[in-house]
């Protein structure tokens, strides 16, 4: 059982370049939800969506974009990046919305230039 | 807006020694809590939750932590700290309906041999 999966691990950008940090799980949970995390500020949510087709956002959406299309999947969209967005992008899943007991994916590490 | 504060950013302590790590929301409403634990180069997992019944609750690996409703406070404790405790501590606090899960800053814990 993979749990949730992303991809890439690792990742440098130049600034202004775009790129999609992949999310899968395969736990059939409804809830989905993006984190960054900043030494000193904790995770804060940038995007999360309650189903298939339904997205919302978080404390941080800026500069961020998602969609769901199936329950699987959750891939988060940085349209032109910013030095501000070099941080660890963490995707979790959890059954609902009020379970509260997220898994998380290993993480990703982006730089941006 | 709803926050979640950990008192200690950097906590280092020596084997056996005894550990409590201070977490304050604000929010009067119900509130189901957690803590989160990560370890160095892994991702997020549960330590423990409180969604209501006993204020005191258990988790794994001999962690604790006691639900104060009236002074907004969910600490961890435990008892005797191993080395293999050293990782990151996150406290977070899921409000009823809210959809969403609000995470304290973190509190990095270095145990010395």
């Not at chain 2, 639900?67 to 899921?94: G, H």
Request: glycine share 10%; with cysteine.
């Amino acid at each position: 059982n993979a749990g949730v999966t992303q991809t890439p691990k690792f990742q440098v950008l130049k600034t202004g370049q775009s790129m999609t940090l992949q999310c899968a799980q395969d736990m059939n949970h409804e809830y989905m939800s993006w984190y960054r995390q900043d030494p000193g500020m904790g995770l804060r949510l940038i995007h999360y969506s309650v189903g298939a087709g339904i997205t919302d956002q978080g404390e941080v959406p800026n500069g961020y974009n998602v969609s769901r299309s199936t329950t699987e999947d959750f891939p988060l969209r940085l349209l032109s990046a910013a030095p501000s967005q070099t941080s660890v992008y963490f995707c979790a899943s959890n059954v609902g919305p009020n379970t509260g007991e997220l898994f998380f994916g290993e993480g990703s590490r982006l730089t941006v230039l | 807006a709803q926050s979640v504060s950990q008192h200690n950013h950097h906590v280092i302590l020596s084997e056996a020694a005894s550990l409590e790590l201070g977490c304050n929301y604000s929010y009067g409403g119900t509130v189901n809590l957690f803590w989160y634990v990560q370890y160095p180069g892994q991702h997020l997992q549960l330590l423990l939750k409180y969604f209501s019944g006993d204020p005191l609750v258990k988790g794994i690996k001999g962690f604790e932590a006691e639900f104060i409703k009236s002074k907004f406070s969910f600490n961890l404790r435990k008892p005797s700290v191993q080395w293999s405790d050293t990782a990151e501590y996150f406290c977070a606090v899921l409000i009823q309906g809210a959809q969403k899960l609000v995470f304290g800053q973190g509190t990095r814990l270095t145990i010395n041999p």
